[in-house]
Every structure is written in C-alpha cells, then in structure tokens.
C-alpha cells in the first residue's frame, strides 16, 4: 500500500505542475495570441523540473519503475526531451540491491548460499537492472561466469506497479490528450512477463546464437544450465568494451565502419531472415572484442526482451522498400497495409503521395 501511495503522489505531483501551468496559459494568453514568450520559458522549466522528479522517483521506487523510465527514454516524440534526457541514465546507472537479496533468490531457487554453488562469487555486481542485477562468479571447475539473479518478491512488486499504472494512464487521459498510452501498458506488461522468467531467457540465447553459428564474429554466452531456473541464469562471461566507448575502440585499433556495419547486417538478419529479434538494442547489451585478424567481433547480451517479427510485418516492409526503391507509391502502399500500418477509411492517395514524396 505503501509503494501505491508514493507512485500515485509522484504522478499527481507532476500532473499538478502542469494544470497549473496550462491555467496560466489560459489566464495571460488572449484568444488569437501567441504564447507569451516567459510562459513558453517557464514550460521549459516546468519540463526540466518534472523530468528529474520522475527520475528520482523511478530511483526511489524501483522495479517496473526503472524499466518504464527506460522504455520512455527510447521512444523519441512520445516526451518533451528534457524527460528523454533525464532518463537515458537509467539505460546504464541503475543502482544495485544489497547482496542479501542475492543470497535469498538462492536459498528459495537451490536451497543453498551461492558461496555453495560456486567456487567463488563477486559481492559486487558487475551490472544491475530493474529487474535483477548480475554477479561474476567462478565455477567448481574454473570457468568463469556471469550469473543474472532476479530480485525477490520482483513479481509481487510488478502486479502492484502495473495497477498502479493503469490508475495513473486512466488519470493523464482524462486531462491530456496523449496517444498510445495503452499501448506502451499492455507492451511493457508483456515484456516484464518475458523478463522475470530465465528459462525463456536462455532458451532464446540457444536460439540465437544457433542462427548465427556460421558467423563467428558475432558471439553469445553460453548457458549453464546447471545453474539455471526461472530466477538465476548463469552463462559464461563474456569480455569486451562497451559498443560506445569509442576511445577504447579506436585504442585497440576496431575499425568503426566496420564495426557499425557488421551490427547492421547482424539485425538484417535477425528481422529479414530468421524473423527472431533483439528488441532491447540499448548500448549496454553490447560489448565489442577484436578478432585475431583485427577484426571486430560484437559479444550480444540480454536476451529476456527478444521477440519473434510475423511475415506480415517482415513481407510488407520489403513491400514497401522495393515500392520505394522503384518509385511505385501504390506497391509500398500495399506494404503498408500488409503491415498494418494503414487505417480503415483512410486516405489512401494522400498517404500514398505523403510516403513517397517523404522518401524522396
């Protein structure tokens, strides 16, 4: 109850702050006028304010929180920037849990303390989450791992955040007029369902890296499955430096274009042929390795949010590229509507001339 009060009054308060707002804006603006400019200053204020409220209170509440804040940090247009701007640090800064919690998925997962499990552990977390944080460890036979471990009680948390979530969506549409809200609900609803079970986790990890068994310069870990459940994923670990650490990269002589060009072709792939992708392409899941021959070689992680891309989706956008590319508005319309992207009723020929006279 009290985690539901402290979501719902960090959401009043922000939608406090701009009710406020818009009646000044209605009191100093005369029908016909343009905004005053301090009225449009103080709306920048008024964003900058709310976004590092939000930030802070996301920090403070954690779980499903966190992971809101990281989608929205992503969805370019759907926020003013300064919320997109504050946010982006929760993609890499996300504040640990104590190694107490730790310990206690272990005891409920393998009845056991992870010093038992394995022959030695990191206290510290090498990377932590919204949902789980991951650990370094040592197995009895010497391989080193990366063991990922979920929070306790993380489900629980995540019931009570989404009905929070739904009361708040339910209040912003009654005063705001924003799109897609339910959308972003029911995605992120389907996501954390995805992410709070390993074993999908892994099986997708399998999954991948055998449609790339033939390319050896892009490189997954490898499961251990011994130590392995719907709590605790524990996979070889995988060194490399950060995609967007350039410096390091130029220090260890990795060549960018080809780096750059070789992830896209990695997610061509992915979307166009094996229709199997990774839909968290966020910079921390993914590391970078110099091949023996001075190639790049890109190490992928993360794997709770991939997703499966349907023939509709993959055969309309090739539609629509090849209607592009050979300047036939009707058959990248065409693709359009076999992707779903086209409303009934729509104006099909203002669509069909908006498209191409954008690509051109």
């Known amino acids: 109850m009290l985690r539901l009060v402290r979501a719902l009054s960090l959401f009043a308060l922000i939608l406090a702050s701009y009710l406020w707002h818009f009646a000044l804006v209605r009191i100093f603006r005369r029908r016909g006028e343009r905004t005053a400019p301090w009225l449009k200053a103080r709306r920048e204020q008024v964003d900058e304010r709310n976004a590092r409220r939000l930030l802070r209170g996301m920090l403070r509440l954690r779980g499903v929180f966190i992971k809101l804040g990281q989608v929205l940090s992503i969805l370019g247009g759907f926020l003013p920037r300064a919320y997109t701007r504050e946010l982006e640090s929760l993609q890499d800064h996300v504040p640990p849990h104590p190694f107490r919690d730790v310990e206690r998925t272990f005891q409920a997962s393998f009845g056991r303390s992870p010093e038992a499990c394995f022959s030695s552990i990191e206290r510290e977390p090498i990377a932590a989450a919204s949902l789980g944080q991951v650990h370094a460890a040592v197995l009895k036979d010497g391989r080193k791992v990366a063991v990922k471990i979920l929070y306790p009680h993380i489900r629980e948390v995540i019931r009570i955040d989404m009905a929070t979530l739904k009361v708040v969506i339910r209040v912003i549409k009654r005063w705001f007029p924003m799109q897609h809200l339910e959308t972003v609900h029911r995605s992120l609803v389907d996501l954390l369902r995805r992410e709070t079970d390993y074993v999908h986790e892994a099986a997708c990890m399998e999954r991948m890296a055998r449609n790339f068994a033939a390319e050896k310069d892009i490189l997954f870990p490898e499961v251990v499955h011994e130590w392995t459940d719907k709590d605790i994923l524990t996979m070889s670990f995988m060194d490399g ?105 729509a104006n099909e020929k203002l669509l069909e001339q908006t498209v191409m006279t954008y690509f051109r």
């Open 241 to 345: 430096v950060k995609i967007t650490h350039l410096d390091e990269l130029d220090r260890i002589g990795v060549d960018r274009t080809r780096l750059a060009t070789r992830l896209v072709q990695s997610f061509y792939k992915q979307l166009f042929v094996d229709r199997f992708f990774h839909a968290d392409p966020h910079p921390g899941n993914f590391l970078v390795q110099k091949g023996p021959e001075g190639e790049p070689r890109i190490v992928v992680l993360d794997f709770g949010a991939i997703s499966e891309v349907s023939d509709e989706l993959v055969d309309g956008a090739l539609e629509v590229l090849q209607g592009i590319m050979t300047q036939d508005g009707a058959m990248a319309l065409r693709g359009f509507r076999r992707m779903g992207f086209v409303a009934d009723g």
